[in-house]
C-alpha cells in the first residue's frame, strides 16, 4: 500500500469514528480543508462516495461502513504492534556481543554485568574473551574491551576502568636465588615469563618509565603464554618473573607468595575502555549498557 492510500486510509476512519470533520482534523493535527480533500481524494481513486455530509454531522454510506469494518481490526493490528515497539523502548531487549581479555572480563565486565542483568531480563550479553586485538567490525561484534592505549582513533572508547599499571614480580625464593634489580636493563640476566599477542604473533616487550625516561626491554625465558591467568600461574610456581596487572597480583602479595620489584620504574596507563565504530547507532539496550560501565571515578 502506498503510502498517501494509508494516510488517506486513515483520515477516513478518525472522520468516521468522530462524525465530525472538525473534531477529526483536530485529532490529525491537520486542517479541515487538508482533511475535506484527502477525503476526497481517496473517494475518487475508489470511485465511492464513502462519508454522507450534512449541516451538522458525518457518517459513512454502505461503502464507507464496509470499508470501516474491514479497516478497523487491521488498524487496530497496526496500533498495537506500534504499542509493542513502545513497550520495548520502556523494555530494552536484545543480545549485545563484546570481545575482551580475561583480565577486564573479569576485573570490569562481569562485575558490572552481576549488577546489570538482573535489572532488564531482556538483555542478553554474550562475551568472547580471547588475547587478540579483534577487528569488532568485521568479526560482528558490538564493542570490545582494550586497554586505553590500544583502541584505535576511529573508535568511541569510553572508560570503563581506573588508570592503572603492569608490575614486575616473582616469588621469594626466585628473588633470593637471583640477582638482584636496580633498573629494568637487568631483567636480561632473569628467566621472564613472557606473553604473546596473537594479533601481531610478537612477543609483548616490557615497558617502563622513569622521571620521565621510557624504556622498552625484551625479556627472555623459557615460557610463553598467550594468557596472563597461565603467566601468573607460572610465576607463582616458580618459574621466573612477570609483568602483571596489580590489581591481579594485589592479594599474592598481600599474602607473601609474591615480590615486587622495579616498583618505581612502573608507570600508570590509561585503564580499560570500552570501543564500538562511531557510525554505530547504539540500541537502548546497548547505551543502558555502556552507562552502566561508565568509570566515574
Not at 58 to 77: I, K, M, W
Not at 105 to 132: C, G, H, K, M, N
Not at 195 to 222: C, M, P, Q, S
Not at 264 to 292: E, I, K, M, T
Amino acid at each position: 500500500m502506498v503510502g498517501e492510500n494509508y494516510n488517506d486510509l486513515q483520515a477516513f476512519l478518525t472522520v468516521a469514528r468522530e462524525g465530525s470533520f472538525t473534531r477529526a482534523a483536530a485529532r490529525l493535527g491537520i486542517s479541515q480543508s487538508a482533511l475535506s480533500h484527502k477525503i476526497q481524494q481517496l473517494e475518487a481513486r475508489l470511485g465511492l462516495r464513502l462519508l454522507t455530509r450534512t449541516t451538522r454531522s458525518v457518517s459513512p454510506t454502505e461503502a464507507g461502513e464496509r470499508l470501516q469494518q474491514a479497516l478497523v481490526p487491521n488498524f487496530d493490528s497496526i496500533d498495537a504492534a506500534l504499542a509493542d515497539l513502545g513497550a520495548l523502548r520502556d523494555r530494552p531487549a536484545g543480545t549485545i556481543r563484546i570481545t575482551t581479555g580475561e583480565h577486564a572480563a573479569a576485573t570490569v565486565l562481569w562485575p558490572a554485568l552481576v549488577r546489570f542483568l538482573p535489572r532488564y531480563p531482556d538483555i542478553r550479553v554474550e562475551v568472547v574473551t580471547d588475547s587478540t586485538l579483534t577487528d569488532i567490525v568485521a568479526e560482528r561484534f558490538d564493542a570490545g574491551i582494550r586497554l586505553g592505549e590500544q583502541v584505535a582513533k576511529d573508535m568511541i572508547a569510553v572508560p570503563i576502568g581506573p588508570p592503572t599499571r603492569l608490575v614486575v614480580v616473582g616469588t621469594p625464593a626466585y628473588l633470593d636465588s637471583r640477582p638482584s634489580l636496580a633498573t629494568p636493563r637487568d631483567l636480561t640476566g632473569h628467566d621472564c615469563i613472557n606473553i604473546r599477542f596473537l594479533t601481531h604473533g610478537g612477543l609483548y616487550a616490557w615497558e617502563f618509565e622513569k622521571d620521565g625516561h621510557a624504556l622498552n626491554v625484551r625479556v627472555e625465558g623459557r615460557l610463553t603464554f598467550n594468557s596472563t591467568a597461565r603467566v601468573l600461574a607460572a610465576t607463582l610456581a616458580g618459574f621466573g618473573l612477570a609483568y602483571l596487572p596489580e590489581d591481579m597480583v594485589r592479594p599474592h602479595l598481600q599474602a607473601g607468595r609474591l615480590r615486587m620489584r622495579l616498583d618505581d620504574w612502573c608507570p600508570l596507563f590509561p585503564g580499560y575502555h570500552l570501543y564500538y565504530p562511531s557510525r554505530r547507532q547504539p540500541s537502548p539496550a546497548f547505551a543502558l549498557l555502556v552507562d552502566a560501565l561508565r568509570y566515574r571515578g
